[in-house]
T-cell receptor
Framework: GAVVSQHPSRVICKSGTSVKIECRSLDFQATTMFWYRQFPKQSLMLMATSNEGSKATYEQGVEKDKFLINHASLTLSTLTVTSAHPEDSSFYIC?????????????FGQGTRLTVV | DQQVKQNSPSLSVQEGRISILNCDYTNSMFDYFLWYKKYPAEGPTFLISISSIKDKNEDGRFTVFLNKSAKHLSLHIVPSQPGDSAVYFC????????????????FGQGTILTVHP
């Protein structure tokens, strides 16, 4: 079946540094990918929609200058957490759906546990 | 505004019995519903879905029921197994209208299912 791969699975960084998370669709093309964030014991909150070849669409309350999204190809989207702070520590997950399909499931990456110290 | 709600934070079931997980939604524009299973520190795994034109979809031990008039869906797991213990999320999406917003899922808060041997 389709696979979405996310890397790294875990990262620890110092406050003030930037961290890049990659999301790849391994066997299908995805013009759109989605980035979610999950706080402990809470649901998955959509942060932004990554659009291949154009700007990402951010959900209300998400700082676009802090969470930079780049979707350079049909199989790769990256999320960069800039000037990370401890409150950015969270579980980040990406997802994608097969291009040109209707009513199909979204596939999720394995998630990235970010810890900012 | 929580458009998808799972009002039971947890459910405990004996092995071999039925597990019933419930989900309510408020947005009548949703036309496709999905259930995902999630283990800690992993991305969600797709289980089963249902289109709004149906009221039931079955796949092995998993059955999803949709009551559009009540804006309610449920996931039945029969028989329940200890390996089913995880967090279960229901999710909903809106009709495909082209453009880049397709594929966006709105998640419920999740229900922790524990199946006891």
């Amino acid at each position: 079946g389709a696979v979405v791969s996310q890397h790294p699975s875990r990262v620890i960084c110092k406050s003030g540094t930037s961290v890049k998370i990659e999301c790849r669709s391994l066997d299908f093309q995805a013009t759109t990918m989605f980035w979610y964030r999950q706080f402990p014991k809470q649901s998955l909150m959509l942060m932004a929609t990554s659009n291949e070849g154009s700007k990402a669409t951010y959900e209300q309350g998400v700082e676009k200058d802090k969470f930079l999204i780049n979707h350079a190809s049909l199989t790769l989207s990256t999320l960069t957490v800039t000037s990370a702070h401890p409150e950015d520590s969270s579980f980040y997950i990406c997802s994608a759906r097969r291009q040109f399909t209707v009513n199909t499931e979204a596939f999720f990456g394995q998630g990235t546990r970010l810890t900012v110290v | 505004d929580q458009q998808v709600k799972q009002n039971s934070p947890s459910l405990s079931v004996q092995e071999g019995r039925i597990s019933i997980l419930n989900c309510d939604y408020t947005n009548s524009m949703f036309d496709y519903f999905l259930w995902y299973k999630k283990y800690p520190a992993e991305g969600p795994t797709f289980l089963i879905s249902i289109s709004s034109i149906k009221d039931k979809n079955e796949d092995g031990r998993f059955t999803v029921f949709l009551n559009k008039s009540a804006k309610h869906l449920s996931l039945h797991i029969v028989p329940s197994q200890p390996g089913d213990s995880a967090v279960y999320f229901c999710a909903a999406s809106r009709p495909f209208r082209g453009g880049t917003s397709y594929g966006k899922l709105t998640f419920g808060q999740g229900t922790i299912l524990t199946v006891h041997p």
